[in-house]
């Protein structure tokens, strides 16, 4: 794999919206999550954090999910120093990555569907149900005229779209790939999760301690990468090698390891598994919270750290059953870093980014 350098990244998460909103999260660490009507607890995205109306104004009739994506992809042009009004639109590609989609869209479908009847459905409401009617959102926001693509899968999504933007990037069919992932929580996710895994009634996860049955609670988010082959114009380092493997054996020599322990994948033991007594150890889901494309936040948190070329601390590491664990934010050399995430099948993927 061709190294596919970082050029600007967006972020929005239960912190707010931005790269500085994440980084000041991973600073300050662990914070209760939210609390809804009914009594549920979940990192929810907060309200004002999807209030811009220049870019409310491009998507007037979106959905949540929808906004989600659109203002993450802005800030990630943005961030690159790019203005939209001077890309080359038809350079630019668009891949998001979900694990499951506009869901609540498609319950208040279906919801519509029982109450008023099929024919009396809004169509504007199933059009949102569309799992691609997010990439046509930011696309129109953006103006790209480049393609536009929608990977959906449980556990590696992020994974399948950063080796999609890296084959379209080595075909020369595109200058630059606005790769991302969104999920969101809703009542009904909320529900599921309370009825299907093990909550964790204090709001704190232990996402070191690798557990058979591990403690969870909902978050939501998007993140975004702007990439390129260009190494001219990299900003965050570069994504270097994926990959995905029921071998429990990462890289060893990488300065940190990463692992994605959102609590949907089954049991974290596979962890102990996989880790390298001497590569020193991180986990930040307890943060932003679990849910399947969190991946794509580690990949976030990595960039940021060999930029900054300083380590974070993890939080609520009590209990943690895994070797140098990172409990300490200070300034250290980081050259490359590897994000690992899992899924119930004891299958493993590896990301490697390099500085």
Not at 236 to 263: M, Q, R
Request: aromatic letters at 10%.
């Amino acid at each position: 794999m061709k190294p596919v350098f970082i050029e600007g990244i967006g972020i929005i998460s239960t912190r707010g919206r931005g790269l500085n909103k994440f980084e000041q999260a991973l600073k300050e660490g662990w914070v209760e999550p939210t609390i809804s009507v009914d009594g549920r607890k979940a990192y929810r995205v907060p309200k004002d954090a999807l209030i811009d109306y220049n870019i409310l104004k491009k998507v007037r009739r979106s959905d949540r999910f929808s906004r989600l994506a659109v203002f993450a992809a802005c800030d990630a042009i943005h961030d690159s120093g790019l203005d939209i009004a001077d890309l080359d639109h038809s350079s630019v590609g668009i891949i998001i990555a979900t694990a499951f989609g506009p869901h609540a869209t498609i319950f208040k479908v279906l919801e519509d569907i029982i109450d008023y009847g099929e024919k009396k459905v809004s169509p504007t409401t199933f059009a949102h149900s569309i799992h691609n009617a997010a990439a046509s959102y930011v696309a129109s926001a953006l103006g790209c005229t480049g393609p536009v693509m929608t990977t959906t899968q449980f556990y590696f999504s992020f994974q399948q779209a950063l080796l999609l933007a890296s084959s379209w990037l080595d075909e020369g069919r595109l200058k630059k790939v606005l790769v991302g992932t969104v999920d969101e929580c809703s009542p009904a996710m909320e529900y599921i999760c309370e009825e299907k895994l093990s909550v964790a009634q204090n709001g704190k996860m232990s996402p070191l301690s690798c557990l058979k049955r591990p403690k969870f609670v909902p978050g939501e988010g998007s993140a975004f990468f702007l990439v390129s082959h260009d190494s001219k114009n990299k900003k965050y380092g570069a994504f270097t090698e994926i990959k995905i493997t029921s071998d429990s054996h990462g890289w060893t020599d990488v300065d940190l390891s990463i692992i994605g322990t959102n609590a949907m994948g089954g049991s974290e033991e596979v962890y102990k598994d996989v880790l390298n007594e001497g590569i020193p150890v991180a986990a930040y889901s307890s943060i932003y919270g679990g849910f399947m494309t969190g991946n794509a936040f580690e990949c976030v948190a990595a960039a940021l750290m060999l930029k900054n070329q300083k380590q974070y601390a993890s939080s609520n590491i009590d209990g943690a059953e895994v070797w140098n664990v990172v409990d300490k934010s200070k300034k250290r050399e980081l050259n490359q870093i590897q994000c690992i995430s899992h899924n119930n099948k004891r299958q493993l993927a590896f990301i490697k980014m390099m500085k």
